[in-house]
Every structure is written in structure tokens, then in C-alpha cells.
């Protein structure tokens, strides 16, 4: 496990993606107790400049195969945007969790929007997630992590969180909605609401 290789000769620092069908995407990953030791600093910048490479706004350590509890995400936002998409600042997700919340403490509403991977390069679906949940873990230090996250922030969360139990974003999506990105730019840009695409390729909403 600790026999990595920190980025490609044409790319430093930049690891390859594992795709979907590799059967680490599969597997629940290890819980993070130390395993790597002072290599993980070097893995975490690693998979920070992956991300960013890309581009994306998060990725899994089962992601560059190495099945263990990590994650980082980061994302600069985008103001105004119907899907809450609010500024999430580069963060490490150390052995995660989340659960929906509502305002009230209670389970709240889910919405729906396209979501990609990359790990599924090349496809989007529509996939309902709860819009507001608490994470819970600890960050790269062993500090905890324990708070509420709306909108974007919240469903890439979710996402990648997914990933170290095994799972990908097509587990959870509306089938009839997958596009590949050229269709979904020429369809389905005009807005992030996935109502008319719904409409046309015959899936339903939450």
C-alpha cells in the first residue's frame, strides 16, 4: 500500500484516475489509523493536485487506488447559482460521515441535479441527494470534524464520502437521465434544473 508512485513523468505530482469497473471503486475502503504514517502528507498533496488537475471539485483515495478512508475536496463556487454551489475551501474528509439534517434536526429535503465523477469520465446523471446533511470524522491532523453543509458543499460531500463505502454516483441516479458532457451541454445547459431533461427523457423527480 505504501509503494506509490507521486505523479506520472508527464504530469508531476499528478496521479492517474482509476475508471469505473476497477473493483477498488467497489470495495468499502480501510478505515484511516495511521496507515500511512509520514507518507501522508505527500498523498494528500498528491491527490490535491489530481483534483485540481482534472479538474475537479473532489476526489477519493479509492479514486487514485488506494483503498483507504481519505478524501479532499475543494470548490471556489459559484455565485447565484440556483444549486447553492457556495465557495467550499480545500479540505481532507479522514474516515467521514454524514447524515441528512433539516434545520429542525430532522431529515430534510432532497434535490436533484446533474452530478459527474471522475471516475465515470465523460458522464453526468440526474441524482437526488439530501440537500443539507452533518459531516462528521476528523480532518488530516485528527482534529473532528463535525458540521452542517447545504447545498453544493453538501452533495460533493456526499459524493465522495460515497466513494470510500464502495459506491458511485450511478448507484443513487435517475438511469434514463445519463448523458454523456457534449449532449448535456448542448440539451440540457440552460439551466441546472433538470426539470426539462425529466420531461424529455422520461425519468421523475423527487
Known amino acids: ?28 475502503a480501510a478505515p ?76 430534510g429535503e432532497r434535490v436533484a441535479f446533474y452530478e459527474g465523477c471522475l471516475s465515470v469520465d465523460g458522464w453526468q446523471a440526474v441524482v437526488a441527494r439530501p440537500r443539507q446533511v452533518r459531516l462528521t470524522g476528523q480532518d488530516e491532523t485528527g482534529a473532528a470534524l463535525d458540521e452542517v453543509l447545504t447545498g453544493w458543499p453538501a452533495r460533493i460531500v456526499q459524493h465522495e464520502t460515497d466513494h ?14 445519463l448523458t454523456s458532457n457534449a449532449n448535456l451541454a448542448r440539451f440540457w445547459s440552460a439551466s441546472p434544473d433538470p426539470a426539462p431533461a425529466a420531461a424529455a427523457l422520461g425519468f421523475t423527480l423527487p
Open 164 to 177: 470510500l463505502r464502495g459506491e458511485l454516483y450511478l448507484d443513487r441516479a435517475e438511469s434514463r437521465s
Open 1 to 28: 500500500m505504501l509503494d506509490v508512485a507521486f505523479g506520472r513523468p508527464e504530469a508531476p505530482g499528478v496521479l492517474p484516475i482509476v475508471q469505473a469497473g476497477d473493483p477498488v471503486l467497489r470495495a468499502s
Open 32 to 107: 484511516y489509523t495511521g496507515q500511512l504514517g509520514d507518507e501522508l502528507p505527500r498523498l494528500l498533496e498528491a491527490m490535491r493536485r489530481t483534483m485540481r488537475a482534472a479538474p475537479g471539485v473532489g476526489l477519493a483515495a479509492p479514486q487514485v487506488g488506494i483503498g483507504l478512508a481519505l478524501a479532499v475536496c475543494e470548490d471556489a463556487g459559484m455565485p447565484g447559482d440556483d444549486r447553492e454551489r457556495t465557495p467550499l475551501p480545500y479540505r481532507v474528509l479522514v474516515n467521514p460521515r454524514y447524515e441528512a439534517v433539516a434545520e429542525d434536526g430532522t431529515p
